[in-house]
């Protein structure tokens, strides 16, 4: 009896495209009427097992290995096209979508002036307003004269870095790749296709951020 191996799917997936090098089969793009839903990974394992052996054009390599062949096939058959090539492009760099790790909108002057000592960000026009100054400059002090006074103030433009958008759209595209991988992990686990990997409930965090915030306070 074969001892399977325990991975857990992103290991599997990081196998299947790093080690064995599997390509990722995505569907062909139908009009929505024609689409079905879920992943239908069914048809698309069992095309592939229908050919059986192929001729390999390659000059050196020899063909992925079976389970890999179908963790890429499980993988390519995510409803969601844009998340199934970046689980295949994560798996074959062996590293998750950067969540930008620590990262705070800092606010930098748009512009500089000067050089050296007199390095000093760039100020421009800012708001004008007008203030009322009530004098006595007559002898006879129940007299007044009102004066208009002009203020401006100066200001300085500023740009943010990262931007928070930026930071907003790193963390949903984590938070987005790690849901089409707890998907991909469920249909792994159904399936019993697999003859040396059996695919375990371990997963990376779903809000990695939120500990490093934790490690953070307790460095500080």
Not at 73 to 96: D, F, K, M, T
Not at 113 to 118: E, M, N, R
Not at 135 to 148: F, I, L
Request: proline fraction near 7%.
């Amino acid at each position: 009896m074969i001892q399977k191996r325990q991975l857990t799917a992103q290991q599997a997936i990081e196998w299947a495209f790093q080690k064995e090098k599997a390509q990722l089969e995505l569907p062909t793009t139908d009009p929505s009427h024609m689409q079905g839903q879920g992943f239908g990974v069914e048809n698309v394992v069992l095309e592939v097992i229908k050919l059986g052996t192929r001729v390999d054009t390659s000059k050196g390599r020899s063909y992925p290995h079976h389970d890999a062949d179908i963790i890429a096939a499980i993988v390519g058959g995510h409803p969601v096209r844009r998340l199934a090539i970046s689980l295949e492009e994560c798996g074959r760099l062996g590293v998750p979508p950067d969540w930008m790790p620590g990262e705070e909108p800092k606010m930098y002057p748009k512009e500089w002036k000067g050089q050296g000592a007199s390095h000093k960000a760039k100020t421009a026009e800012g708001d004008v307003w007008r203030t009322r100054v009530i004098t006595r400059p007559y002898r006879d002090k129940r007299r007044t004269k009102t004066v208009w006074k002009v203020h401006q103030s100066d200001m300085c433009p500023v740009i943010t870095i990262p931007h928070p958008d930026t930071i907003k759209s790193a963390r949903l595209e984590y938070l987005n790749w790690w849901k089409a991988l707890d998907m991909v992990r469920t249909h792994l686990q159904a399936t019993d296709m697999l003859s040396t990997i059996t695919v375990t409930d371990g997963m990376p965090p779903k809000k990695p951020c939120v500990l490093f915030d934790q490690k953070r306070q307790k460095a500080s």
